[in-house]
């Protein structure tokens, strides 16, 4: 029962909730709707309601004076209005995305929805927009239940086949041009893409080398506040011979590191260890054998040679 009751929350099977105003964040019946309208407590986004005052509020294309406004100055003037209220919401935070309704109806008529990226933004943007004025008016600011633009603008507006006008349920979103959205929203582009960016690699001088025979493929090490110096990966400095080389891996004369060899099994094991047996046995005679032989050569030589008579004269 209680997965059936979640999966028809804010759809038109809710008996219970409102679903324009789960969708949109506003009902045409307001408070004598027959069914809840469930404020959030907290939410990413923010609703102003009715803060956008259209220049042809009364009639649409002219002005309260009854003279038609050029369509230019119309456009020029809401993008002024959004640019300044963007600059003043982003001290509170990085903004995901800020609408402004172009309806006529009473419940959605310059509506403003500014959601940003973290809810303690949001909070805090509400705790310092409420009690404000803007132009005269006074800012009426509060947590909306609206994360899906999608499901709240109206497809039939975008394509300009809507046949309500601006009395239609759904949101009519005014748009901006690319340029001044490229100007308010790339600061965010940028900042993430900085963030993100690897540091460039660091082309070392003839200097910076390492000498004495270094293998010279160590990773970048660079000197602390002292006179030690770290390895970026955390490692400690292998230590150095006193030749002043490097104790590291031997390499093979392509510079490539010789690879391990493969595992032998027992059988082939013990039969290297019989022949290196049999060839220790072989190579210990054969020192034998040389070692007689050069011995009886000594004998044979010594008793081929004469014997001497003695020079002192006495002989025996």
């Not at 600011?141 to 300009?160: G, I």
Request: proline content about 6%.
């Amino acid at each position: 029962m209680a997965e059936h009751l979640a999966s028809i929350f804010g759809t038109e099977k809710d008996r219970v909730n409102c679903p324009f105003y789960f969708k949109i964040g506003a009902c045409r019946h307001g408070d004598r709707c027959s069914r809840l309208h469930t404020r959030p407590t907290i939410s990413p986004t923010l609703l102003l309601s009715n803060m956008y005052q259209r220049p042809d509020m009364i009639t649409p294309g002219v002005d309260p004076a009854g003279q038609p406004l050029d369509p230019r100055k119309i456009q020029q003037h809401f993008e002024d209005f959004y640019e300044d209220l963007f600059e003043e919401l982003t001290k509170y935070g990085e903004i995901e995305s800020l609408n402004i309704c172009d309806n006529l109806a009473d419940h959605m008529v310059g509506n403003v929805y500014v959601q940003f990226r973290e809810e303690e933004h949001a909070a805090q943007a509400l705790q310092n927009l409420s009690g404000r004025f803007y132009a005269g008016r006074p800012i009426i600011v509060d947590f909306s239940p609206v994360t899906d633009f999608r499901e709240a603008t109206c497809r039939q507006y975008e394509e300009n086949t809507c046949g309500r006008g601006g009395y239609c349920n759904f949101m009519h979103l005014k748009k901006i041009n690319r340029e001044l959205r490229r100007q308010l929203f790339g600061r965010y582009r940028r900042r993430h893409s900085r963030s993100r960016s690897r540091s460039p690699p660091r082309h070392r001088s003839h200097g910076d080398r390492p000498h004495g025979g270094g293998a010279g493929r160590g990773h970048g090490r660079h000197y602390d506040g002292g006179d030690r110096y770290r390895d970026d990966r955390g490692r400690r400095p292998r230590s150095r011979s006193p030749g002043g080389r490097k104790r590291g891996r031997s390499q093979s004369p392509g510079g490539r590191r010789n690879r391990s060899p493969v595992r032998e099994g027992s059988a082939e094991r013990r039969a290297k260890i019989e022949q290196w047996n049999r060839e220790k046995e072989q190579k210990e005679s054969g020192n034998n054998d040389n070692n007689n032989n050069n011995n009886g050569d000594d004998l044979e030589r010594h008793s081929e040679q004469p014997q001497q008579p003695d020079e002192s004269g006495y002989g025996y």
